[in-house]
């Protein structure tokens, strides 16, 4: 397998960024972050050999992360979060699963955010039964329908099987969720499915989106997966065969000042 | 009461490719403009932090806020139609540049056939062909008089594609101004594969640059970097061809274009004859204004250009029961079912990166390029395999069988990401009399007016088209040297949940009759001839191709339109 990139320093793409960008620079239009880059540029060159950012972070398990703490779940909830969503993508040979990449952390954070609350959604009355092709038709909000969810597994499981969802053996946790995924619950109006299908959307965004928000602690779920998050530029190496291995960037390594 | 604000020459609702393209052409030519737009400015500046799947690719960033409009959907006229009230299906533009801002760039003519597509079938097959309650009809114009029109697009844009055309594609009067992208391992393996399958795969032309380029305009533009944040996404190189970094800078730079963002327009004022200007809110403030012009046009896609013109009662609506009338007429979409995925057990490939309109395409099953006479459907699609850059949320490949979620989702969907590759029919939609676009009679938008009604599903021609594609794509794909091969060839009821495709067409259709269409082939309106309606709205029906090439073709040449019609006035035909 190629091994091409990585270590290869970020430097190179951005050298290349400029090479391009900058032809534009005299032309009717300049690139609006031609000028941005460039300052970073002029600064990360006299760094120069210094490592990427990425590179040379610490390990992240020494320190805390203040980011790590919650502002829509409660504990139960958060708990029930973590366990579900351990179960959707579970730690294996491959690595962790998304409780140790923080997935729970990442739904938390977008049920408190625009996501949870359908800012950008059409949430005008009235709500109608609808067709299954007529998509998400309910009053609720997401973070609603989580909350509500979330208690359900609970519920559900005490019922089922007279313990907390947390408390399960993995194969029941499994045999919970199986019922929920299959919309084989009564929960008093809350569809189990759709309920289910948001939760399992969520893990997946928590373990593979920037660790901006919460998930993917480390990049660890990129790195399983041989992702190399966003780099500036293939240019050189679109035409190669194979997987082509590069250390993972993240939106952080793009901040300068 | 709208206030008033000093007349324009010209004033133009929307500020995408359309809009762009007409505002450059016109002002050019010295004419002053006005430039609506419903949301905000946008530039590459912001696009330094671009590359985040989460914001831009599953939340939408780029695209229309639904809480304040979206469209409501039924697919027939028995049942409810219900509010879109999160993205699924399509992805509506909005701010400076449209959607021609978070496009893929994936570039291609329509075929000769399409614009005549009623006549040749006819020709060639009967009448009879023509299944009941297919509404198929002519457009009013020819490739070849559209032929000077792409150039122009071409040029502009800096479209790169192969230095010769397939023998399946209209002539070509000059050649792509920029050589093609380069080849990816993958697109190489496609091309292959469809020489062995017995067929001629071309590179597909692409608005994402190969290479830096200065356009006739003068603006100077860097070489796409393969970066895999395209479609969804703003590109921070300019790189790909957008409003923003091409026609609207032009535009800018005569002094003669103002634009106004945050500027929704809800009414073209009109005395049924000609219209006197648009009204507008100016949405942070909520207050109202009338814009006299001499010129109104359209450019705000096809659901507001659709709505607009209802909203502001003119133009002929269309009634589905007697198939007459032409506002709202022809709504067609894009029949994305049929295809095959290949899974490579021993084979990698680095399908994180791509670009946009990276790919190689078969054009032997598109439009009438084969034989029809046995086959249960007319037109066809374009076969491609794309590396448009997959990104780890989205980019889960599992073969059939495969749980979603647990343990073998994990393992397998990971051990497939790098190991999968998929070839894709790009379907033709044909207009049927009941799929329109109407005013829903129940949900409004923030302002409080009529959203736009979808009545549209897939009939039994979208379903064999699928069929047939879809056996294609097998024959490609068996011959790529994949471990195996799955193929989609099932096509059930139109469902408005998952993405298919933004390539929305029709409702105020170009033609050469009155009674039929809504406009000529200038795209002025029959019945108020300063009044010019532009976009894929006038598609008669959609192509087995991406629209905007046409689009972008349709729009020069109403920017010429235009500008007739400012020095003499009257009707263009
Ligand atoms: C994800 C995606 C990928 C695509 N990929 C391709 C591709 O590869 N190839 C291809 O050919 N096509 C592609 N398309 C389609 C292409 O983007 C469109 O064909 C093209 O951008 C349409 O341009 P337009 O100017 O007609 O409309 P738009 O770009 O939609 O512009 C219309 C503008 O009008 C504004 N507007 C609407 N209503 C009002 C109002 N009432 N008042 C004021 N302003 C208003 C909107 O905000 C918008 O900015 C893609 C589309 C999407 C969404
Ligand atoms: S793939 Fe190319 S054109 Fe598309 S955003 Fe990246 S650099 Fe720009």
Not at chain 1, 241 to 248: Q, S
Request: hydrophobic content about 35%; aromatic content about 10%.
């Amino acid at each position: 397998m190629a091994k091409d990139g990585a270590d290869r320093p970020q430097d190179e793409s951005r050298r290349r960024f400029l090479k391009y960008t900058g032809t534009a620079v005299g032309g009717l239009v300049v690139g609006g972050v031609v000028g941005g880059l460039i300052g970073s540029q002029a600064k990360n060159a006299k760094e120069e050999p210094a490592p990427s950012p990425s590179g040379s972070a610490p390990a992240a398990s020494n320190e805390r992360d203040y980011n790590q703490a919650l502002m829509f779940f409660n504990q139960e909830q958060f708990q029930t979060a973590e366990a579900a969503a351990e179960r959707i993508f579970p730690t294996d040979d491959l690595g962790p699963g998304a409780k140790d990449l923080g997935a729970a952390f990442f739904i938390d954070h977008q049920m408190a955010g625009m996501y949870g609350t359908n800012a950008r959604d059409y949430m005008t009355p009235p709500f109608q039964t609808a067709e299954a092709y007529q998509g998400y038709q309910l009053a609720f909000k997401r973070q609603e329908l989580m909350a509500l969810g979330l208690d359900a597994l609970d519920e559900y499981s005490q019922d089922k099987h007279q313990s907390a969802f947390v408390k399960l053996s993995e194969d029941l946790q499994d045999e919970v969720l199986s019922a929920f995924e299959a919309n084989e619950v009564e929960l008093k109006g809350i569809p189990a499915a759709t309920f289910f299908t948001m939760l399992r959307n969520l893990t997946i965004e928590g373990v593979y989106a920037d660790p901006l928000y919460g998930g993917n602690k480390n990049m660890t779920g990129w790195k399983m997966k041989s992702y190399p998050g966003n780099q500036m530029s293939y240019y050189d190496a679109i035409e190669k065969d194979g997987l082509v291995k590069y250390e993972p960037q993240s939106l952080h390594d793009h901040l300068t000042s | 009461m709208a206030t008033n604000m000093p007349k324009a020459t010209v004033a133009i609702v929307g500020m995408g490719w359309v809009g762009g393209v007409i505002a450059a052409e016109l002002t050019k030519a010295g004419h002053d403009v006005v430039g609506f737009e419903r949301g905000k400015s946008r530039s590459t500046a912001d696009y330094y932090h671009v590359h985040d799947e989460l914001r831009y690719a599953n939340r939408y960033e780029l695209m229309q806020d639904l809480s304040k409009e979206t469209v409501t959907y039924r697919n027939n006229e028995k049942i409810t139609a219900l509010p879109m009230r999160t993205y699924g299906s399509f992805l509506l533009g909005n701010g400076l540049g449209g959607a021609g801002v978070h496009w893929n760039g994936q570039y291609f003519r329509f075929l000769p056939y399409d614009f005549q597509i009623k006549s040749k079938t006819v020709e060639r097959y009967g009448a009879g062909k023509i299944p009941e309650g297919m509404t198929i009809q002519d457009w009013g114009i020819t490739y070849d008089e559209l032929e000077p029109y792409f150039v122009k697009f071409e040029q502009m844009a800096g479209i790169s594609g192969d230095p010769t055309t397939v023998d399946h594609v209209g002539k070509m009067s000059q050649p792509f101004p920029i050589g093609p992208m380069k080849q990816s391992p993958a697109v190489k393996l496609f091309r292959d594969a469809a020489a062995k399958a017995g067929f001629q795969a071309y590179t597909m032309p692409s608005a994402n640059l190969a290479d830096n380029y200065t356009n006739p305009d003068g603006i100077e533009r860097a070489a796409c970097q393969y970066c895999g944040y395209c479609e969804r996404f703003g590109c921070e190189y300019g790189a790909k061809a957008d409003p923003c970094v091409t026609v609207l800078p032009v535009a800018l730079n005569t002094g003669k274009l103002e634009i106004r963002t945050f500027s929704n327009v809800t009414k073209i004022v009109h005395d049924g004859k000609k219209a006197s200007g648009v009204q507008y809110i100016h949405v942070p403030t909520g207050e109202e204004y009338f814009q006299p012009a001499d010129v109104v046009i359209l450019a705000s896609y096809v659901f507001s250009n659709t709505r607009l013109l209802l909203l502001s009662d003119l133009g002929k609506k269309y009634d589905p029961d007697s198939g007459t009338g032409v506002i709202g007429k022809n709504y067609c979409y894009q029949v994305l079912g049929a295809g095959t995925t290949a899974y490579f057990d021993d084979k990698e490939f680095s399908t994180f990166m791509g670009a946009g309109a990276l790919g190689a395409t078969v054009d032997e099953f598109n439009g009438d390029n084969f034989d029809h006479s046995e086959l249960g459907f007319l037109h066809g699609a374009s076969i491609s395999l794309t590396q448009t850059g997959l990104r780890p949320i989205a980019n889960n490949p599992t073969p059939s069988g495969t749980p979603s979620w647990g343990k073998d989702f994990k393992a397998t969907s990971i051990k497939y990401a790098n190991r999968s590759l998929s070839v894709g029919a790009q379907g033709s939609s044909l207009p049927f009399r009941h799929h329109y676009l109407d005013l829903d009679p129940t949900y409004k938008d923030a302002h409080g007016l009529p959203l736009i009604r979808m009545t549209f599903d897939f009939e039994d021609q979208d379903k064999n088209l699928v069929k047939h594609l879809a056996a294609q794509t097998k024959k490609i794909a068996d011959q790529m040297g994949a471990t195996k091969t799955e193929t989609r060839d099932a096509m059930t009821t139109y469902n408005i949940t998952p993405y298919q495709s933004t390539h929305n067409t029709g409702g105020v259709l170009m033609g050469d009759d009155p009674a039929t269409s809504a406009v000529n082939n200038y795209l002025q309106m029959w019945d108020a001839d300063n009044v010019f309606v532009c976009g894929a709205s006038a598609f008669a029906h959609n192509s087995g191709y991406n629209p905007t090439a046409t689009v972008g073709a349709l729009a020069y040449r109403t920017a010429e339109g235009v500008g007739k019609y400012l020095a003499k006035g009257g009707s263009l035909v």
